[in-house]
């Protein structure tokens, strides 16, 4: 079965043709980073105007790199939620309309889920059931996995969501859009114990967390050396590196208590922040300290993809689900709401 994935619920448009004998044939990515830059986040009108003027370019573009005519496609993937609904509803629209005129099933698929099921992309797939961080920059959760739609919230972020927390530092230390990178590579100059900042709700039981408080303990640290007239390059390094730290290391404490609450010794950690070396770093510490396995999707698939989308709604294709056209697009949506699948995943 071949499908086409769209990705477009927030500032990236992603494209890619996934088959379920062959597995990934083609994944072309747009990002609007350029667009937002200048205005320090996303802003979600223009995310809107910029998927409408790239999605069909970007469809034909990848069909036609790949050799493949678009009346060779079984069906079509689209993100449905959650998301900013105006971007999500381009990719939504032109998902089916373009089922239509093909006459072949389509199925929105939830972002998170696409997320969640990336590493299902690498050759070293994880195997049912995992404990998932799903980390990026609206969503912080830690999720039980049973299989494909077998999701179980075990824990999620009360307030910022991971990303979101870099995303405010490097607005804070004027180190630009999109924050979390920025912040880790400014990191590695940081000189570590010169700052050393709390790890939020730690000291209490359960698998919540929370990242607002440390982002004004972020802010009082940087306003305070600011006034003490420290606003050196060494001074943000520093703050970057007790900031990413302190991040890590709360993570991969609710990760450890998911583990060992669950009895399970394997972890998936997937979504934009999944990307950071320092938590990867300590979540791979703490797999080999219990004798478990760590899995991650490949760099350019933890940041928003088309490819994740294909996969994850090939599988459901696969098992005979699709949406007729009147499936509406929503900005909100919990994992918990899918439907469970059987599947065997392919090679
Ligand atoms: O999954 P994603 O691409 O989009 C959402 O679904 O939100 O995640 C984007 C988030 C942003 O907050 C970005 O700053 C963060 O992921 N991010 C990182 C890194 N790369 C991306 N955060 C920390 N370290 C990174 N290397
Ligand atoms: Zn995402």
């Not at 924050?179 to 709700?201: H, T």
């Not at 004004?216 to 970057?240: H, M, P, Y």
């Not at 989308?309 to 696969?318: C, E, F, K, M, S």
């Amino acid at each position: 079965m071949l499908v086409l994935g769209i990705e477009s619920s927030c500032d990236e448009t992603g494209i890619a043709l996934y088959d379920t004998d062959k597995g990934l044939i083609a994944d072309t990515l747009y990002t609007q980073v350029e667009l937002h830059a200048q205005y320090g986040g996303v802003v979600p009108e223009l995310a809107s105007r910029d998927h409408i003027r790239k999605l069909t370019p970007l469809i034909l573009q990848t069909l036609e790199d790949a050799h493949i005519s678009k009346d060779a496609l079984d069906g079509i993937a689209y993100t449905a939620g959650p998301g900013l609904i105006g971007a999500l509803l381009t990719g939504t629209s032109v998902a089916r309309s373009l089922a239509y005129a093909l006459d072949i099933p389509a199925i929105g698929v939830h972002h998170m889920e696409g997320h969640l099921l990336a590493p299902m992309l690498e050759d070293n797939k994880p195997e049912f059931p995992f404990i998932c961080l799903l980390v990026s920059g609206g969503h912080t959760m830690i999720i039980r996995v049973d299989g494909i739609g077998q999701y179980k919230l075990l824990g999620e972020t009360l307030d910022d969501a991971a990303g979101e927390a870099f995303d405010k530092t490097a607005k804070l230390l004027e180190l630009g859009y999109p924050g979390g990178p920025n912040v880790s590579n400014l990191a590695l100059k940081g000189e570590s114990g010169r700052y050393i900042f709390p790890r939020p709700m730690v000291d209490r039981p359960g698998i919540d967390m929370s990242f607002s408080g440390l982002k004004t303990f972020t802010r009082n640290t940087w306003l305070k050396a600011v006034a003490e007239g420290d606003s050196s390059e060494q001074t943000k390094a520093d703050i970057c590196r007790a900031f990413e730290l302190s991040v890590a290391e709360t993570l991969t404490i609710k990760c450890k208590r998911a583990l060992e609450q669950e009895g399970l010794n394997r972890i998936v950690v997937a979504g934009g922040v999944s990307a950071n070396r320092e938590i990867r770093a300590k979540l791979d510490q703490l797999m080999k300290k219990r004798r478990g396995e760590s899995f991650y999707p490949r760099l350019e698939f933890c940041t928003d993809n088309g490819a994740m989308i294909a996969y994850a709604g090939a599988q459901r294709l696969l098992a005979g689900q699709c949406n007729d056209l009147n499936f509406a697009a929503t900005p909100r949506w919990s994992l918990e709401d899918l439907p469970p699948i059987k599947v065997t995943l392919k090679e």
